[in-house]
């Protein structure tokens, strides 16, 4: 049963054997991990490898089909609003209000997480300030590129200042100057102390950042350990070469 803020052996998410099916696809295929508190931890793999379907089902958004997993100590599926009460979320796809500024929603997003007005107000204007987003946020989103809507969705998950954030593929879409900025920015979150799970297509920049990454295929872990050790155990100089030598396994086997 949940215990608030003491995590297990120093593990803030708990993952067990986790199971999700989607009619003949098996999109999770009996994932178990532990994620440390204050980790910044990359979770990769390829297109259609089941990250988003993990992390959804993590978020409460998705039932499992078999598996439990705790998110401090609660469970995601008993025990759903509590772990929403500790979580930010920047899902893949933006669900935004097209007819709201960005300002607007989220003010919004903060209302939902249940803050009081003022401290939205000064919440706010700091994510904004500090994504150089200030202009862009009184813009109505309706005219977002898609690299706006993702720094925004990126705001929309920091404004409750969640201890665990969950970033799906948070850079998509965003050009050179807004991508090198928000990666500082994910950076700072662990200097903040904050537990960061980061899905991303952008290798190099998940071996400088993570502590440890999960490289999953299918559904399954094929890799753990931190970019340096996974490195070393396959005598290869960046984090992208494993990840190319280890994925695709079934493409290349022609199963
Ligand atoms: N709602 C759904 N219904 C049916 N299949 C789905 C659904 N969501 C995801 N899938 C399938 O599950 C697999 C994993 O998808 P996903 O978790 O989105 O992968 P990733 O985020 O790693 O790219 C894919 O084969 C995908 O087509
Ligand atoms: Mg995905």
């Not at 593929?169 to 807004?178: I, L, N, Q």
């Not at 090198?180 to 903040?192: C, M, N, P, S, V």
């Amino acid at each position: 049963m949940g215990n608030g803020s003491a995590a297990q052996n120093g593990n803030v998410i708990v993952i067990k054997d986790l199971v999700k099916q989607f009619d003949d696809i098996t999109a999770v295929n009996g994932l178990s991990l532990e994620i440390r508190k204050g980790e910044m931890f990359g979770f990769l793999g390829p297109n259609g490898a089941g990250k988003t379907t993990t992390i959804s089902m993590l978020c409460g958004l998705l039932e499992p089909t078999r598996g439990t997993a705790q998110i401090a100590g609660y469970d995601i599926g008993r025990e759903t609003q509590k772990v929403k009460g500790l979580i930010g979320v920047c899902p893949q796809q933006a669900a935004v209000f097209p007819f709201l500024t960005g300002l607007e929603n989220l003010r919004l997003f903060g209302s939902l997480h249940g803050m009081e007005t003022p401290a939205i107000k000064q919440r706010v204007e700091t994510l904004v300030n500090q994504a150089g987003f200030a202009d862009a946020a009184k813009r109505k989103t309706k005219g977002y590129s898609g690299g706006m809507m993702r720094q925004l969705n990126l705001m929309i998950a920091l404004v409750s200042d969640p201890e665990i954030v969950f970033l799906d593929e948070p850079t998509v879409g965003m050009d050179a100057r807004a991508r090198r900025r928000t990666w500082e920015y994910i950076g700072a979150l662990k200097d903040q102390g904050k537990t960061v799970i980061l899905t991303t297509h952008y290798i190099e920049e998940a071996q400088a950042l993570s502590d440890r990454v999960a490289i999953i295929d299918y559904g399954e872990l094929i890799a753990l350990g931190t970019p340096e050790a996974l490195m070393e155990e396959h005598e290869a100089n960046d984090l992208e070469t494993v990840f190319l030598n280890i994925t695709g396994r079934r493409i290349m086997e022609g199963l």
